[in-house]
């Protein structure tokens, strides 16, 4: 493959690594069996989930330079962070190039290169997961990326009624039953913060803040399903919430 190709499957290891595997680049053949890659919507039983899962994790992939071998049945999947490594590379593009001031939106991703012209941060809006087509709230950043995961962006409904999200639990193979709502990320490697907001949404809100407390590095904002936003201390200045939202706002303590 292209040293671009291996560098980015490298990085995909790496974070998998770091997240303990809640961020997992080889479960397509599980996105698959569940029709979100595709459009084939379907409830697949644990005997083949349970056969999927053992072609899956990163120890099925092997980089050495830029040749790439993955185990039989093993298929890779960058999905979860191609939007913010590609934000993440169009902001360097712009800055090589000159900009100084940009803002960057690829759906859930943004990366903001400088401040606004004219001074002052860029505002990102926050979507809000219970009413997507409004916010919770904002977040003031510069030089910074914004990256949100959740599972309102992508579901099925089943023939029981049960609705299935399209954010994989890569420990069992169904899709995350969790109690967070959306992750969002604010941290300057958009690639990175792709990853993150995916696996910290699969860890759940008390893991989620462990990971935080632990590593470090980044910014976060939680909602959880008991209609909490939960923010790390550096946005205390930079979130503003959204009057009459029904959420209640908290600062995570460190």
């Not at 084939?40 to 072609?55: F, I, K, M, N």
């Not at 001074?119 to 709230?137: A, E, R, T």
């Not at 579901?155 to 899709?175: A, M, N, R, S």
């Amino acid at each position: 493959v292209s040293e671009e190709t291996a560098a980015l499957i490298q990085t995909a290891l790496d974070l998998s690594a770091a997240t303990g595997g809640a961020y997992d680049p080889t479960l397509y053949p599980l996105t698959l069996a569940w029709g979100f890659s595709g459009g084939q919507y379907r409830v697949p039983d644990e005997a083949e989930l349970s056969a999927l899962r053992t072609q899956t994790g990163a120890e099925h992939v092997q980089v050495d330079g830029c040749r790439v071998r993955l185990d039989a049945g093993t298929q890779l999947d960058l999905g979860g962070i191609a939007k913010g490594y590609t934000a993440g590379r169009i902001r360097k593009i712009l800055q090589d190039a000159g900009v100084r001031a940009a803002i960057v939106s690829l759906g859930g991703n943004v990366a903001a290169i400088g401040k606004r012209p004219g001074g002052g941060d860029w505002i990102v809006g926050l979507q809000d997961p219970q009413d997507p087509g409004s916010y919770f709230g904002t977040v003031a950043v510069s030089g910074a990326c914004v990256v949100t995961s959740g599972g309102y962006q992508r579901y099925f409904t089943g023939p029981d009624g049960t609705v299935y999200q399209h954010i994989l639990d890569p420990k069992t193979g169904w899709p995350v039953q969790g109690d967070l709502l959306s992750v969002t990320i604010v941290a300057d490697n958009g690639t990175m913060a792709d990853a993150y907001s995916t696996a910290l949404y699969v860890m759940g809100r008390e893991a989620a803040q462990d990971f935080w407390r632990q590593n470090g590095g980044f910014d976060m904002v939680l909602i959880t399903k008991d209609g909490q936003v939960l923010y790390t201390p550096g946005l205390a200045d930079k979130l503003t919430e959204t009057e009459g939202s029904g959420y209640a706002y908290a600062c995570i303590e460190p």
